[in-house]
């Protein structure tokens, strides 16, 4: 048994720079740095931390390249470094009213105060593969201008004046605002700890969520009201100075969706809200998770639970990329002793199925 675990250190220890040596690649090809990583693959990066729960991009960057682009190893990376992290209080809510906007669209009004800002955006573009970016291609650098610092009201607020979709619920500062990453997950589970769950879920996961609930596996009819991109300042409240410091800012990307009537025999029929909002430029995480924060509403808001985006439990136990890697990939470790257990078990019921077969088959011989 000795040898056998040195063996397996000797041959981990190997594979580990068989990793490092796969990772580098060929060595006359300029290797990647952080910087190439966050400024070329901007949106991979955004992803990492948003997952990641993190919002540092030299990190993610880091962790992109460390996993050699694999995006939910990099989102394994930086969530254990962030576990290492000292926890010195929480932000003050941040105003994405106040969001210096970069891109902001609306697909319910062609004309809203502030008006629409494309932004950087595939929406556009022709799915052509371009040979000259092959070829080092710079583009001309366009004509941008500063981020609006204009104040942007939300599309939502518009509808809200007039009553016409329901109230965005009111926050109250003395309710303790559960925490995912410390706390075990119970059911049923609020908003805040939905929302949590979502925000860190796996893309690819809210993504099939939200187009099934679009193909009628829910109630959900929605309207993209707004998604919104810029960056967002942060504020720290320091109890020895009594007022809030800013910290700096980070890019967010807002989506607000705008679902279908609701209404009883004492409430007026008003649309109904979706919520989503990510680290980065990530506008399809956020437009996925709004969706599915809608169809997770079902039961707040009294409609019948049938489809499994609707689920609770089955969205949030399932959402996080990190724990199903854990759990499908651990089938590749050892498991000699269980499949010897069961392998036993069946030849056990082999040999009693077969000589319960036997012995008809003799006796209709005998006959």
Same mark, same amino acid.
């Given at each position: 048994?000795? $040898?056998? $675990? ?105 004309? $809203? ?255």
């Amino acid at each position: 048994m000795y $040898v056998a $675990v040195k063996g397996g250190e000797r041959a981990i220890e190997n594979a580990h720079r068989l990793l490092a040596h796969e990772r580098r690649g060929d060595r006359d090809v300029p290797e990647l740095s952080l910087a190439q990583i966050s400024e070329q693959l901007s949106l991979g990066v955004d992803r990492v931390m948003t997952e990641g729960s993190l919002y540092d991009r030299e990190l993610a960057a880091l962790a992109i390249k460390q996993a050699r682009g694999d995006l939910i190893e990099a989102i394994f990376l930086v969530r254990a470094f962030r576990a290492t992290l000292p926890r010195f209080g929480a932000t003050e809510p941040v105003d994405t009213g106040a969001m210096q906007v970069r891109r902001r669209i609306s697909s319910t009004f062609k004309d $809203v105060p502030g008006g629409q800002i494309l932004g950087p955006t595939f929406d556009y573009t022709h799915r052509l593969l371009d040979p000259q970016l092959a070829d080092g291609f710079s583009p001309e650098v366009p004509a941008i201008g500063e981020a609006s610092t204009a104040a942007t009201p939300r599309v939502t607020d518009i509808l809200g004046r007039d009553g016409l979709i329901e109230p965005s619920p009111a926050a109250d500062a003395d309710a303790p605002v559960g925490d995912l990453t410390r706390e075990p997950l119970n059911f049923p589970a609020d908003r805040d700890l939905r929302l949590q769950n979502l925000a860190r879920a796996d893309e690819g996961f809210l993504l099939a969520l939200g187009y099934s609930s679009q193909r009628g596996y829910g109630r959900n009819h929605p309207f993209a009201g707004e998604i919104r991109f810029g960056e967002v300042e942060v504020e720290f409240m320091a109890e020895d100075a009594g007022f809030a410091v800013p910290l700096g800012s980070v890019a967010l990307t807002e989506c607000q969706m705008v679902n279908q009537f609701k209404g009883s025999a004492t409430e007026a029929p008003c649309f109904t809200r979706g919520y989503g909002l990510a680290f980065g430029q990530s506008e399809r995480k956020t437009m996925s998770m709004a969706l599915v924060d809608r169809s997770l509403r079902a039961r707040e808001l009294g409609e019948e639970v049938i489809a499994p985006g609707q689920d609770e439990e089955f969205v949030m136990s399932h959402s996080d990329n990190v724990q199903a890697t854990g759990f499908v990939e651990h089938l590749k470790l050892p498991h000699y002793v269980d499949f010897q257990s069961e392998l036993g078990l069946l030849r056990k019921l082999r040999k009693e199925f077969a000589e319960a077969n036997e012995a008809p088959q003799m006796q209709e011989a005998a006959e």
